[in-house]
């Protein structure tokens, strides 16, 4: 066959009807019609609906008109820029063709829509992968919230049966990988964020029930805006995370049952997995945006009976022979830890226990909880030993991209302890460091406040070193050829949560370096923060906001001293 004859469209039937005209599809992608009625040959090969310019009302110019998804149906440039509230550039909400949502109103079922929407964004089968292979070596290292084995076998058979569950999780692990685009407001301005959101919506508008895989595809888009600047999206992705997780009955004692943990301890340790990522992405969206005021979810989604709550992912391990993986190994102080493990049995997520501790603190220090009255000096020393052990754990399992909230739970709790320490004249200096008071019931005479918030913020200092280090190695490396990407996987370690513990860290030295935390180099540590958030607005735009924070802080501070 040659070339000329292929790009031909296929010969309509003998006896046919033919239209006067080329239908808009083909005119749009400059390709042969052979004006079959009452669909020509090439949109019954691609499943669109053939129309012509008679169909969508009076004559116009060539190429004039364009599908609308907002009107669904081909209109004018002008009266679609009226719709989207834009007036001189083309509406940019979607990577997608305009023409696959004209098979919305078609007979294509909803698999088949999302598996070409997948398709065309990640352009080849090649893409796809890619993107998952991209996505368990960054995130999944720190958010582990995939089984890989279950997953590959589900994206092979994708291939052969197209999945909306499957595609719209692909396309969701993509966008949570990417670096965030040159936008001076938010997120919002990624095009890829609102193809991933339409669709995730669509696919929950038409699948009959809720999936694991809806609901792991939810939380990557709340991880998402919660970094990226998206505060109110975020808190209401978290809201539906939640509700999911109430409609799959995660909130009845009985199904967290013994009987239910021997039976089917693998299923049982996914959903313990996913309800404490939700947990952990609220307690992100409470923290990061404190000006913002935004009640924690989880809080309010008590399960049944009250005195019951939901299992910790290692609490199923005792049922699952893979489980030694997981062992606190007390020679080597910290979780072992195959990085290469892709089953349920050995998958490890401690980041649960953080989330936990986090969600407690900040319970504790809620003033809007009327049944809760603030720590003693006794169940702040408690918790803060429990934090201290299990943040020991993960730096010694090499688990430090997520220590960041363990960071901000020790910090939080033994700031009010902080401040009845402080200098009189200093004990007011607090302003602007998020969620603190300067109410405690603790004693002048207690210490320990002070030594806790000195050993976290030289070790998120630490931290913040090596993260810098490690991009500087990473862009010498790329420089002298002897690098075969660029700089991004020295960022892959850095989960959102650091960020916000180098500026709360920043902010404390600030107000306290050279008071009661008795640091003399605490302008030094502060300027290697802000280093450290500078390198994070390249992976999380939300460090941008942190990065503002601190600078404002430190001017105020500077000014002050003359």
């Not at 991933?196 to 595809?217: G, H, R």
């Not at 302890?417 to 969620?435: F, K, T």
């Not at 958030?533 to 906001?545: N, Q, T």
């Amino acid at each position: 066959m040659s070339a000329a004859s292929a790009s031909q469209p296929p010969s309509p039937q003998s006896g046919t009807l033919k239209s006067p005209r080329v239908c808009l599809n083909c005119r749009r992608k400059k390709k042969a019609c052979d004006k079959g009625l009452p669909s020509c040959s090439r949109c019954i090969e691609s499943r669109q609906v053939c129309l012509h310019e008679d169909d969508v009302g009076g004559s116009s110019t060539p190429g004039s008109h364009r599908f609308s998804p907002i009107m669904g149906q081909y209109v004018s440039p002008m009266m679609e820029q009226h719709l989207v509230g834009g007036s001189h550039h083309q509406p940019g909400w979607s990577t997608l063709s305009p023409s696959l949502f004209a098979s919305m109103d078609s007979v294509e079922d909803i698999h088949s829509f999302i598996f070409r929407c997948l398709s065309e964004i990640a352009e080849s089968r090649q893409g796809v992968e890619l993107a998952v292979s991209s996505y368990f070596a960054d995130v999944n290292t720190w958010f582990t919230i995939i089984e890989r084995a279950t997953f590959e076998r589900q994206l092979e058979d994708m291939w052969v049966n197209p999945s909306a569950e499957t595609g719209v999780l692909v396309l969701c692990m993509r966008l949570i990988t990417r670096s965030p685009i040159a936008n001076p407001i938010s997120g919002m301005g990624d095009r890829h964020y609102l193809s991933a959101k339409t669709m995730l919506n669509l696919v929950q508008s038409k699948v009959p029930a809720f999936s694991i895989q809806l609901l792991q595809a939810e939380l990557l888009v709340a991880l998402y805006e919660c970094s990226h600047g998206m505060p109110q999206q975020a808190y209401m992705s978290v809201g539906n995370c939640c509700q999911m997780s109430r409609a799959l009955g995660w909130h009845n004692k009985a199904f967290w049952s013994l009987e239910q943990q021997s039976l089917g301890p693998r299923q049982l340790k996914m959903c313990s997995i996913l309800w404490w990522a939700i947990v952990y992405v609220d307690c992100l969206v409470h923290v990061g945006y404190q000006d913002q005021k935004y009640p924690l979810h989880t809080t309010n989604f008590t399960p049944s009976p009250s005195d019951f709550s939901i299992p910790f992912p290692e609490a199923l391990d005792r049922y699952l022979p893979g489980s030694l993986a997981f062992s606190f190994h007390q020679g080597h102080q910290g979780f072992l830890l195959d990085a290469e493990l892709a089953q349920i049995d050995g998958l490890v997520w401690p980041e649960a226990n953080s989330a936990g501790y986090l969600r407690t603190v900040l319970q504790q220090l809620s003033p809007s909880n009327p049944s809760s009255s603030p720590p003693t000096i006794a169940e702040r020393n408690s918790i803060t030993e429990l934090i201290m052990g299990h943040t020991i754990n993960l730096l010694a399992g090499k688990r430090t991209a997520a220590v960041g909230a363990n960071f901000i739970a020790l910090m939080k709790i033994n700031h009010a302890g902080l401040l009845v320490n402080a200098h009189p004249h200093r004990s007011g200096s607090s302003a602007g460091i998020p969620g603190t008071s300067a109410s405690s019931s603790a004693t002048a005479s207690d210490l320990r406040p002070i030594e806790t918030i000195r050993s976290v913020i030289d070790s998120v200092y630490s931290e913040a070193h090596q993260q810098q280090q490690a991009l500087a190695a990473a862009t010498a490396s790329m420089s002298s050829g002897g690098g075969s990407g660029s700089a991004t996987p020295s960022l892959r370690s850095w989960a959102p949560c650091g960020a916000f513990a180098a500026y709360y860290a920043a902010l404390l030295l600030i107000s306290h370096g050279d008071g009661v935390l008795r640091d003399q180099e605490w302008l030094i540590k502060v300027e290697g923060l802000k280093k450290t958030l500078e390198i994070g607005c390249r992976r999380w735009k939300v460090a941008e906001k942190y990065l503002e924070g601190v600078n404002i802080a430190l001017s105020n501070r500077l000014g002050y001293t003359g």
